[in-house]
């Protein structure tokens, strides 16, 4: 029987909301609600950015015997547009130690992490992963916004998450 | 720029399920691994001399 597996937004160190095959959207204000209330003011001057975002792993129900290499990524090239990055980290504690800011985390460019050189989120919370609850790594996630952006709905953009399953 | 401009996004979350589903013990060439049965003998060194 294989495992399970969901993506949660994460609301506190080990409590989330089930994203899979849904949205995170990057806003103004400190919540898990896809809508567009708290959209993001495009600033006259220095970059202004999102809350930020903590994604984990949840087995909903275990693997048969485990589960290793958690990863995620996109597809490598930023179409939200001109002026937007999306920079991450991957905090050890997660939520717990971090609490959501919308100031710059100074964060990697998610999309230099492609299928070929993906986030490892069990680098800190190794595997293998068995039974069911959150499983590996918590990535924290900020968009940027520059006084260069256009206002409107940005383009969509994916990001994937993997993983073995035995 | 006239006026406070804003925008909104979405980052959808997929998950790539595993290439060729989850692995099956049963599956195995030779039959299915159990654990060895009283008397059998998992594996033999054999030195020759």
Partial sequence: ???????????????????????????????????????????????????????????????????????????G???????????????AAGLGTFPNINTDIAGTDLFTKTSGAPVDLDAINTGPHSGTGYKGDHIRMQMGVANTAAPGQLTPETLTFAYDET | MNGAEFLYDELVVKIEQPDDGPFDFNDLPGGPIHPPLAGETLYEEVIDE
């Avoid at chain 1, 949660?8 to 103004?28: L, N, P």
């Avoid at chain 1, 600033?43 to 485990?66: E, M």
């Avoid at chain 1, 090239?77 to 905090?91: A, C, D, L």
């Fill in chain 1, 1 to 75: 029987m294989a495992a399970t597996v969901q993506i949660h937004e994460m609301t506190a160190a080990a409590a989330g909301v089930d994203k899979t095959s849904g949205t995170i959207r990057f806003k103004g204000a400190d919540n898990q609600t896809v809508d567009t209330v708290d959209r993001l003011q495009i600033p006259t001057g220095a970059t202004i950015f999102s809350y930020t975002k903590h994604a984990r792993f949840y087995f909903q129900a275990g693997p048969s015997v485990d589960i290793q290499n958690l990863r995620c990524y996109t597809d």
């Fill in chain 1, 77 to 91: 090239s930023n179409t939200f547009g001109t002026g937007i990055t999306v920079q991450y980290n991957v905090p």
